[in-house]
């Protein structure tokens, strides 16, 4: 049974989660689906590409170890830093069995499958997760004459589900646990960067044509949901 105690630890996490998603969900008022077959200036690409790839595999490990590396630099006791671990890792393989179930479950197709639909490379976005992996892949680079490879790279990589974003899980589950662990020491710009990055990946998932606004909602309210299953134990101050 859940105690009063253990919510309250919970509180500052939540915060910062909140205050995500109330950032995400007004950025998604304006930018809810992107022109997948627009030009694309190389910086603009690069910045997405970047923010996408923070958390994504394999580049979430340097977000990681950039993130696990702040109880080190705060120069915290070795068993808070031991706690804070053993927290984050519990989390994240959380995060990943739910993502990868709930993609199962849901077989909602990502949006680009239905740009493929529209130029008439696939008759229909659902006939898409019907083909082999080597199909898929040509049918993809068969875009690229309409599609940036910008966008296109990134499509051949991901050829799974939609619903949830795997990135924005992970960029929620850092919001919830370092933006916690960061408001409770009232280190609100830390807070802040973390909130702001994960705005970015979250808008870098919508612009790559990846995911829908509901898929990114709905990772953020996974991620809070998750949250609740890490233990927790005395102050690590």
């Known amino acids: 049974m859940l105690t ?10 939540y915060i910062t989660l909140l205050f995500f998603a109330t950032v995400m969900s007004g950025v998604l008022m304006f930018f809810s689906t992107a022109d997948l077959t627009e030009n694309v200036a190389d910086t603009t690409g690069l910045t997405f590409t970047l923010l996408t790839a923070s958390a994504g595999s394999p580049g979430f490990l340097i977000t990681v170890c950039t993130l696990s ?19 984050f890792a519990i989390l994240l393989v959380l995060s990943f069995v739910a993502k990868t179930a709930l993609k199962h479950i849901t077989e909602i197709p ?3 499958t ?3 639909q529209s130029l008439g490379i696939v008759h229909s976005a659902n006939e898409f997760y019907q083909l082999s992996d080597d199909k898929k892949e040509k049918a993809v680079q068969l875009a690229t004459t309409n599609v ?3 966008r296109t790279s990134h499509w051949q990589g991901e050829t799974n589900y939609s619903l949830p974003s795997g990135h924005t899980i992970f960029a929620a589950v ?6 916690g662990f960061f408001y409770r020491r009232r280190q609100f710009a830390g807070a802040g960067l973390l909130i702001l990055w994960a705005t970015g990946v979250g808008v870098s998932r919508i612009w790559l ?4 606004p509901t898929d990114i909602l709905a990772s953020i309210a996974c991620a809070g949901f998750l949250y609740l299953f890490v233990p927790e134990w005395d102050d690590e101050n």
């Open 110 to 112: 990502r949006p680009y």
């Open 69 to 87: 590396i702040v109880p080190l630099l705060l120069k915290l006791p070795k068993q808070a830093i031991v706690k804070l671990g053993i927290q």
């Open 114 to 116: 239905y740009q493929l």
């Open 4 to 13: 009063n105690s253990f919510l309250i630890k919970k509180v500052p996490g």
């Open 209 to 212: 044509g990846m995911h829908w």
């Open 174 to 179: 850092c919001v919830v646990f370092w933006g």
């Open 148 to 150: 940036s490879n910008w």
